[in-house]
């Protein structure tokens, strides 16, 4: 039986860990969890935010090309102070009010990867 998700991967090319670590951290605001060694020879970075509610794993993929459609729908709070951040530092924000009782938002990371930013109406 399904319990939950542990984590949810996405793909980055080889050599991006310095341009993730500076979005998921700097800029979304998540902590950097160590990968165990057996894994970190593999390049790519794990982060988590809300007592690890939200994990994203960024596994590195030689022949890296981001996905058009697919990406993790991510619930925040005060999502209109969360776009203003992502702005603030220079990322793309783009509303989308196509989804009944929610706000939302699209994003993307530095190498392509598409972020939806969800949260519930009262």
């Not at 998700?5 to 793909?11: G, M, P, R, S």
């Not at 050599?15 to 998540?30: D, K, N, P």
Request: aromatic residues 10%.
């Amino acid at each position: 039986m399904l319990a939950g998700i542990d984590h949810v991967q996405l793909a980055a090319p080889p050599g991006s860990e310095t341009q993730l670590r500076s979005y998921y951290i700097g800029v979304l605001g998540m902590t950097e969890t160590p990968k165990p060694p057996v894994l970190a020879a593999r390049g790519g970075c794990w982060f988590e935010a809300g007592a690890g509610a939200v994990r994203l794993h960024l596994g590195i993929e030689a022949d890296f090309r981001p996905a058009r459609k697919a990406h993790p729908g991510l619930l925040v709070r005060d999502i209109e102070a969360y776009a203003d951040r992502l702005v603030a530092h220079d990322a793309e924000v783009v509303w989308d009010e196509n989804l009944p009782g929610h706000r939302r938002f699209y994003s993307w990371d530095p190498v392509g990867n598409r972020l939806e930013f969800l949260e519930a109406l009262a």
